[in-house]
């Protein structure tokens, strides 16, 4: 999403929180989880007696890429797994829910014109596409393929993405990455949104073994795992935004990335990591060059959530957690 395009949508009566731009210092670690915790937590999720139930949509449509490998991957390691997202690309529509009819022009010419509103891959009934909105394509999903697959019963989770380029700070709101999420949230089901600084659009057919995608996808499955290690996965209508950075030499393989609790918004009242560091704003620590995943506590108003729930997410998501300052 541009900035240029970003600035002429209106927000309506929305308070949004001052957006302070600063140039961050280089990124310095006051304390950080010790042991292999995310091991850990991979041991205790593959000893499930029931798989998950995760439904995975987007918003740059279902025949992206990064959205097929974090299908995948999820399947991999034993989930329970639907895939529910748009015909076409649908960046930039935030929690607009609108449905577009038969389909004509779909992604990577994945679809043929003329074909239903509505329909999925002859090969894998899982994957599904909806011609219509981020947030009408999880709506279908939620509503009608969990009837198809899970007897009615909703998802235990909703993953949305990994975006193509970064939802930070005001971007949220027109995301429709973080519409899918916050959506899910709303609707009583755990959900995140994750997006990935790498700008480069791609179908399915260009997955490579060990690209951007299968690295954010691996970032992606360690924060689920963690979040679904153990009951009540999230607080009410609250969803995770999870920002990764742009891989680079220093910065290749899931092992060099660091995962930090962070705000959407600067001015937003922040808990303390330690007592020596605050948490930062998500934009500062993508900003700061370094292996740092950001991970924000989002409300149902797309907003920060109050300290008090931060504290409960955070304690959540410790194990895997590290503490930094940028």
Same mark, same amino acid.
């Given at each position: 999403?541009?900035?240029?395009?970003?600035?002429?949508?209106?927000?309506?009566?929305?308070?949004?929180?001052?957006?302070?731009?600063?140039?961050?210092?280089?990124?310095?670690?006051?304390?950080?989880?010790?042991?292999?915790?995310?091991?850990?937590?991979?041991?205790?999720?593959?000893?499930?007696?029931?798989?998950?139930?995760?439904?995975?949509?987007?918003?740059?449509?279902?025949?992206?890429?990064?959205?097929?490998?974090?299908?995948?991957?999820?399947?991999?390691?034993?989930?329970?797994?639907?895939?529910?997202? +748009?015909?076409?690309? /649908? #960046?930039? %529509? *935030?929690?607009?829910?609108?449905?577009? $009819? !038969? =389909?004509?022009? &779909?992604? @990577?010419?994945?679809?043929?014109?003329?074909?239903?509103?509505?329909?999925?891959?002859?090969?894998?009934?899982?994957?599904?596409?909806?011609?219509?909105?981020?947030?009408?394509?999880?709506?279908?999903?939620?509503?009608?393929?969990?009837?198809?697959?899970?007897?009615?019963?909703?998802?235990?989770?909703?993953?949305? +993405?990994?975006?193509? /380029? #970064?939802? %930070? *700070?005001?971007?949220?709101?027109?995301? $429709? !990455? =973080?519409?899918? &999420?916050? @959506?899910?949230?709303?609707?009583?089901?755990?959900?995140?949104?994750?997006?990935?600084?790498?700008?480069?659009?791609?179908?399915?057919?260009?997955?490579?073994?060990?690209?951007?995608?299968?690295?954010?996808?691996?970032?992606?499955?360690?924060?689920?795992?963690?979040?679904?290690?153990?009951?009540?996965?999230?607080?009410?209508?609250?969803?995770?935004?999870?920002?990764?950075?742009?891989?680079?030499?220093?910065?290749?393989?899931?092992?060099?990335?660091?995962?930090?609790?962070?705000?959407?918004?600067?001015?937003?009242?922040?808990?303390?990591?330690?007592?020596?560091?605050?948490?930062?704003?998500?934009?500062?620590?993508?900003?700061?060059?370094?292996?740092?995943?950001?991970?924000?506590?989002?409300?149902?108003?797309?907003?920060?959530?109050?300290?008090?729930?931060?504290?409960?997410?955070?304690?959540?998501?410790?194990?895997?957690?590290?503490?930094?300052?940028?």
């Amino acid at each position: 999403m541009s900035p240029s395009l970003f600035c002429t949508l209106a927000v309506g009566a929305l308070a949004i929180p001052s957006i302070v731009l600063a140039i961050p210092a280089p990124a310095t670690f006051d304390s950080q989880i010790t042991g292999n915790a995310a091991a850990a937590v991979d041991r205790s999720v593959k000893a499930r007696a029931t798989p998950i139930k995760i439904l995975v949509g987007n918003d740059d449509g279902w025949a992206e890429a990064n959205l097929r490998q974090l299908y995948a991957d999820a399947q991999q390691a034993g989930n329970d797994v639907v895939l529910s997202a +748009g015909a076409k690309n /649908g #960046s930039g %529509l *935030g929690s607009l829910d609108v449905l577009y $009819g !038969t =389909v004509s022009g &779909a992604e @990577y010419s994945s679809i043929p014109d003329g074909a239903p509103e509505v329909g999925f891959n002859q090969t894998d009934p899982r994957l599904n596409y909806v011609n219509g909105t981020p947030v009408a394509t999880i709506a279908n999903g939620l509503n009608e393929l969990t009837k198809k697959f899970w007897n009615g019963a909703k998802p235990d989770i909703v993953l949305s +993405g990994p975006n193509v /380029g #970064s939802n %930070l *700070g005001a971007v949220t709101l027109i995301s $429709g !990455t =973080v519409g899918v &999420a916050n @959506y899910a949230a709303k609707q009583g089901v755990p959900a995140i949104a994750f997006s990935g600084g790498d700008s480069g659009n791609r179908p399915w057919t260009a997955l490579q073994p060990g690209d951007v995608s299968h690295l954010y996808s691996q970032l992606a499955m360690t924060i689920t795992n963690q979040v679904t290690s153990s009951a009540s996965f999230l607080p009410s209508q609250v969803s995770l935004n999870v920002n990764f950075p742009k891989p680079s030499a220093n910065c290749s393989n899931a092992a060099d990335y660091k995962y930090v609790f962070t705000t959407i918004y600067p001015s937003s009242t922040a808990i303390k990591c330690t007592e020596s560091v605050k948490t930062p704003a998500e934009a500062d620590v993508i900003a700061s060059g370094a292996c740092l995943v950001s991970i924000s506590a989002m409300g149902s108003d797309k907003l920060d959530v109050d300290p008090a729930t931060q504290t409960t997410v955070f304690n959540k998501l410790k194990p895997i957690l590290s503490c930094v300052n940028v």
